[in-house]
């Protein structure tokens, strides 16, 4: 649709722009820099853009290459560029009667903090001032702009503190008796201006320029030298800038909103940025600067007659106060949108009757904005529906799933943690997960406050609203299983000191005690002193939309990670296509059951641990039955018993009292079994596989119990359950050797038992290094690989989840890890791994299914980084789902 | 040198040997089994073997492929075979006057539990003995074996149980008054047989065998059948022996050395196997048959005079009793010295004043003969220096380098653990270290038994002769910190119960308190009570001839691991070739040293931080310069602290009492810093260079510690140090970018300040798979890589060392894993890693200097791997660098 560019001579230094004419393209900014690419377009769209040119980043770098020398060609190029402005807009540069003033902006590729950023007004002197009081017929206006000219052109070109100029302005003030600037007469401002000169000329032994051409040139050089100063060269080199890069300048004929009352400033947005709906959103000043919006000294009046009726606004609208301009403004609104395909938010300025446009760029919305605005565009023909679907940010996704605190509320925010699960809630505070079952069975909403998390928290964790840690990482117990619940968490609040024994938390000089209401946001991180109102997520039907297409597209499988059927039901409302893994230990937490699983740790032989597992077996049986049922022929991945069995047990003398009489073994023998299962790095002990391998028994009970249920289920259900039964932690071939044995054995029992065949897989987490080098070898046994990520980004990294959060942090500060690598897949290293374990575990069994669950399976950069890699399906909390299913189609696009 | 083996038709089923001949070599072990190629390459040497044959495995294969039946020639064959022996021998089997008698036995490629194993005295019947008895004018001696035939034929061929015949023995003996075997008269033996023979018949409803053929082929089904029964079968599976492999069946002709005072029989070392002498050393019995010798009723005799004289007997030696055939056995120790080159064990029967060679094999020795005879043969220019090298296990040079016990020396075994550390130590049982300092300072010798230890233990270690520990494996803390000091360690002594309050320990009765005397052995993991006397290490001669012809060969570099002087003066003497490895932490636990590493753990700001880093400073410097003084112009390098802040810091309150007065900051201070270091997988947290990114000033600090050394040394010695500053736990390339800057800077400023220069390399550690496979952009910044192997080991099998323990034996037993992957290391996994990053590291740096620090360094088949992927070093504990040496010279053979 592009007309293609016309052909420049290699030497062409300066690009114009203005009059619906450019030389430059939105495309070009690695030559022009962000905003005079960006102004070329609005000017080659014939939008009425200030006249003006760009000086190339090609200057900046021959500046440099050679001793801070200009090409010898710029001079006259900017003349004849100046010349072109001065055609266009009939002014002339220094001109006593009709004089052109400009601004000069800096414009690298992206803005860079250090640069010099805008000198305004400059070609302002002592006969151009008295020439735009004289056009304008409003003296105070022409000397404020003159003396305002001077301070900034001091500041940033010169390079003069303001402070000087800060104490004239307030000395002037106090001569007048007045407090505020515009209080001030012109002959004060003009005043001022010979005060300010006199400074500049005491400071730097030099007269300032008056010259505009001298004033025009002075400022250029400040651009091109501020990008080498010690501020810009930090920032570029912490974000890998190049300096061959270079800034451009840009050059552009002032145009001025405050020189009457048919002059007029405003900013907008082509759709609403809030709620997305297809109305034009801004608001607009009469006689007044830009900065008078910003400043919001005066009440803004709205654009539209509709948006004024719905504000209940009694100032005029721009629709009614100036029809034609409006009229002009409605077109370029929709210009803008059909020729960026995207809602835009743009600036312009009506100087005497005439509309100027001065920036459009892509604007900022909330999540609920920008999935209607994609859907919205996608009907609407202005994009394809892939295009909308590659709009949407995945995590965006996540708060429309959750309530979010009410923008408008008030709060008082005493500490700040990491964002570790997205929503707000609030609550009163409990510090035990008992007392959270307590009292939300009494009808009472809690927030759970723990240093950390522990698998033994996890009914307080259900019963809770949200939980607010002060140890531990986004990938931390808490974080990790609130995610998974869909429950609010604030994870690492370090300031929040937590004393169990007082029931409190303080945090500085606030102390907050047990009962009293908080607010936690999971989105910032923040915890609110009260209960901050929150409004609910609304899955409207824009979200059923984009899901639906996000489905067309995708080719990964979305599973989720599930044990309770509250969980697996709220996945496949989600759109879940099976569940990539239950993890069976959750199950032994809830109620009743620990104790049978202390009697089968504490157990003195195998028949006293056969009898607690039979226990256990009943329930299992019971749970994943459930699981089946509501996953409906969908595939469902059971791994077996994974963390060190010491989890189980607790280890204050009163709580080893209480196993000791639940599980009925003296207290010596729950002391002597918990000191024997201490270990020294648990995550590197005794667990997942290893523990199957020395309690085979413990195994063979969770077979049946998976066996059992699908033998159950498939009796009377009409889709048959497909059981994936998963080994974790394996490290060598003979281990999975070993264990497949005895799940195949149990198999053939239980289908003798039961006179039913089932349909069930047996595969093997890739979750430690040497498990990825071997995966060729374990593809012998495995039928699938799930990638266990979490604890393949452990050992890759040596890193402990739990452990990091003490100087990742620090890590980030100084550059060492860009994201946490337990938040987003380490493609390099881990990723590596992974890789590794998909060429050699396919080249062994071609076509072997292949997924991820853990963490990274609801990361879109991680993904992403899976559907290259060729994984079959990714597994996630059921709340990711969503955000999941839109990553999987974005990464296939 | 060999005659090539001669054609034989593929249908040769049976191979005969004997008379200076043989159709079989030693190498056809595979087609004669082990005992049939040997007794063919004896025969084939001249030496006097009694002639037989040897029905080939490939008969067993053949039997068994087809349905339990012989080849269809072999029956003629063996006829032939067996006239061939008569022919040999001038006997007749079966024959009334001058019977040929033999012996069947199997023999697979190794020998083989549960498999039939011998038949003596074939051939005997009523005529057969009544022969035997009129040639050896014996009867009792002819009945004897008879009945001993029928005995050991019913039991291994016709499967009569043992419990039959030995009755009718005690019967016979009771009969006749007698209480021993040999006191029965000739008469009582001739009715055993016929008992035996009556017993044989109720018991098979059959007669016991009389024709000598039916015999033969009875006990060659024997031998073939017992190769598929249930015992041999399961050893095969456990052992990875294929079934087709078979067994062979050797016939061989009896001969007698108890038919009269012309006969002997004895057992010989062509060397002493003690000491490793050149002389001939072994005993016989005059009229004896081989399990006389065994069964010790009758004192042997001495081969020589020399040997009579030494040992004081008064019974004259072979030499003197029959000197012919005693010049004709030194004549065949020559040959089958000779022929083997290398020390023999042998036995030999004298008939009738004829010598007969039974066996020859190659002769167990101690780790002194075995250095001393290798040396020996190759001074001889019987076997080459390589040669001598590669007969030398390198595991035995650990044992001539410590002290052992007494082999003499009654002992009280209480209790076993893992033989962890070698040597044998006595001494008084302490329980801490500090106790172990003082009672050492007394002159007191202490074995310090901990249930296991800490860093906090390091000056009880030193000031201990050994450690006892109860928990723990072979590269627990007390292992390998005892490897490395050279003490003996029985490490993981699970039955001794450790009680720290009553200062006492139990094994099961025996309780022994502090002060008692125990004695340990760390090669055999044996705990004794009381003093049980010890032999010194004899470094003699021979160590450092072999140790120059290891480093003749080799190719690798051996340096040491080691941080006191101590160490490293005894690595120099054991020929390190610098220090490969310097755990500065260590430096940091002696004495008063604690207290200041703790005030700069403790430290409350930067500033408290930097005035603690100087006091470490000081003392620091002061190491690192010994250790360069020792190195005298050697490498030596320096690793970076390495473990978490929190080992430094005790976790009693009492002890942080102290902690807290000696650093002189409040209790509560030590508390709070203790628990926010403490870590729930310490392995995997604020360790190894994160600590130095955290607190660059640590990193500074050793940094100038190392340079000044450096400084100093250099301006003095007068060859330069050589200093390596190693970065250890790197996982990324940023990390090791920002710490060398660091180290350069201080270097830089160190250089300005003493105004001398002086040679430095930064290296990396590898020891995070992640880092293997990073090592291509490691390689950018590290001049060198040390493979740290044992943390490599940790993260790439998920798998902690210090909880390993308990369940890698179970690992082990279940076939799992080989060999403790902290031992030895894993080639497969681990291996491909390190594989990796001497190719990507090379790949960037070419010639990149590779070495290989930890545990593994000082195990020879992990040498060997070194050796292999091209590594440049190897560096292990002092005690471990000759074995080192060795290994890596084998390694380059
Ligand atoms: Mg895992
Ligand atoms: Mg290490």
Chains 1, 2 share one sequence.
Request: with cysteine.
């Amino acid at each position: 649709a592009r007309v293609p560019l016309r052909y420049l001579p290699a030497m062409t230094w300066v690009y114009n722009f203005g009059a619906g004419n450019a030389d430059g393209r939105a495309e070009m900014k690695n030559l022009l820099g962000g905003k005079g690419a960006n102004l070329a377009e609005m000017a080659s769209i014939g939008l009425p853009v200030p006249p003006g040119f760009t000086l190339t980043t090609e200057v900046c770098t021959h500046y440099y290459q050679n001793g801070c020398q200009y090409p010898a060609q710029l001079k006259e190029q900017v003349s004849k560029a100046l010349a072109l402005v001065e055609t266009r807009t009939g002014r002339k540069f220094g001109d006593a009667t009709n004089p052109l003033l400009v601004s000069v902006r800096s414009g690298a590729r992206a803005s860079m903090p250090g640069m010099m950023d805008t000198v305004l007004n400059l070609g302002l002197n002592n006969t151009t001032a008295e020439a735009l009081a004289k056009q304008s017929g409003d003296r105070r206006f022409a000397f404020d702009s003159y003396r305002r000219f001077v301070q900034m052109y001091s500041d940033v070109v010169l390079g003069i503190e303001l402070g000087n100029f800060e104490k004239l302005l307030e000395r002037a003030k106090a001569k007048r008796g007045v407090k505020q600037d515009h209080e001030l007469l012109p002959e004060d401002l003009e005043q001022l201006v010979k005060d300010y000169k006199a400074c500049v000329y005491l400071e730097l032994g030099e007269e300032f320029p008056e010259e505009p051409h001298q004033q025009l040139w002075g400022a250029v050089g400040a651009v091109f030298g501020s990008w080498m100063n010690q501020r810009a060269k930090t920032y570029r080199k912490l974000h890998d800038i190049p300096e061959e890069w270079g800034t451009a300048v840009n050059v552009q004929a002032m145009v001025f909103g405050n020189m009457g009352n048919d002059c007029a400033t405003g900013v907008a947005f082509t759709r609403n940025p809030s709620n997305g709906a297809k109305d034009f959103y801004g608001e607009f000043l009469v006689n007044a600067q830009g900065e008078d919006v910003v400043a919001g000294i005066r009440t803004p009046q709205e654009l539209t007659i509709k948006a004024r009726k719905s504000h209940g606004s009694d100032l005029p609208s721009l629709e009614e106060v100036m029809p034609s301009i409006f009229q002009e403004l409605e077109t370029v609104r929709h210009q803008l949108e059909n020729h960026y395909t995207d809602m835009q938010d743009i600036e312009f300025t009506i100087q005497q009757g005439k509309l100027y446009m001065l920036q459009t760029r892509t604007g900022k919305r909330t999540a609920h904005a920008a999935l209607q605005i994609a859907v919205d565009m996608a009907s609407e023909g202005l994009i394809s529906k892939s295009q909308a679907l590659m709009r949407l940010k995945p995590d965006l996704i996540d708060q429309l799933l959750h309530p979010t605190l009410d923008p408008k509320a008030k709060k008082t925010v005493i500490a700040k943690g990491l964002p570790a699960s997205p929503g707000a809630a609030a609550g009163k505070v409990v510090f035990t997960a008992d007392e959270a079952v307590t009292r939300s069975e009494n009808g009472e909403k809690v927030i759970l406050v723990r240093v950390e998390t522990s698998p033994d928290d996890i009914h307080g964790l259900h019963a809770a609203e949200g939980v607010l840690t002060t140890r531990g990482g986004m990938t931390s117990h808490a974080a990790v299983v609130a995610r998974g619940m869909g429950r609010p968490c604030v994870a690492g609040a370090g300031e929040v000191k937590v004393n169990y024994a007082s029931a409190s938390f303080e945090v500085g000089d606030v102390v907050v005690k047990e009962g009293q209401l908080v607010t936690i946001d999971g989105v910032t991180g923040e915890v609110m002193l009260g209960e901050v109102p929150t409004v609910p997520p609304q899955l409207s039907g824009s979200f059923g939309t984009i899901m639906a297409w996000a489905d067309e597209f995708r080719t990964m499988q979305v599973r989720a990670n599930a044990e309770t059927p509250t969980d697996a039901r709220q996945a496949k409302e989600f759109g879940c296509e099976g569940i990539g893994l239950v993890r069976t230990e959750h199950m032994f937490f809830e109620g009743g059951r620990i104790v049978a699983m202390r009697q089968m740790i504490l157990a003195a032989d195998k028949a006293e641990r056969q009898s607690a597992l039979n226990k256990l077996l009943a329930m299992q049986r019971e749970d994943i039955t459930e699981l089946f049922k509501i996953m409906d022929g969908l595939p469902v991945t059971v791994r077996l018993l994974d963390p060190p069995l010491h989890e189980f047990i607790p280890h204050t003398e009163a709580e080893m009292g209480l196993v000791a009489k639940a599980a009925g073994v003296p207290l010596d023998r729950v002391r002597r079994r918990a000191s024997e299962l201490q270990e020294a790095n648990p995550m590197l002990g005794h667990r997942g596989c290893r523990l199957a391998i020395t309690y085979p028994e413990i195994c063979e009970m969770q077979a049946r119990a998976i066996f059992e249920a699908a033998a159950e289920v498939g009796r009377s259900a009409k889709k048959t359950p497909v059981a994936e039964v998963m080994v974790p932690l394996v490290s060598t071939l003979e281990e999975l050797v070993q264990l497949k044995k005895v799940i195949e054995d149990t198999a053939k029992q239980v289908q003798k038992e039961q006179g039913v065949n089932f349909r069930y897989h047996v595969g093997t987490m890739v979750e430690l290094p040497r498990a990825a080098l071997q995966a060729g070898k374990l593809a012998e046994q495995a039928e699938f690989f799930s990638f266990g990520t979490n604890d393949l980004t452990q050992t890759t990294y040596g890193l402990s989840r739990d452990d990091a959060g003490s100087f990742l942090p620090e890590y980030k500060a100084k550059g060492i890890v860009e994201t946490d690598p337990f938040v987003s897949l380490d493609q390099e290293g881990v990723g590596e791994l992974i890789k590794i374990a998909v060429e050699r575990g396919r080249g062994k069994r071609a076509g072997m299914k292949m997924g991820i669950c853990g963490e990274h399976g609801g990361d879109p950069a991680s993904i992403e980084f899976c559907e290259k890699t060729g994984l079959d399906y990714v597994s996630c909390s059921p709340f990711r789902v969503p955000i999941a299913r839109l990553a999987a189609a974005q990464a296939a696009l």
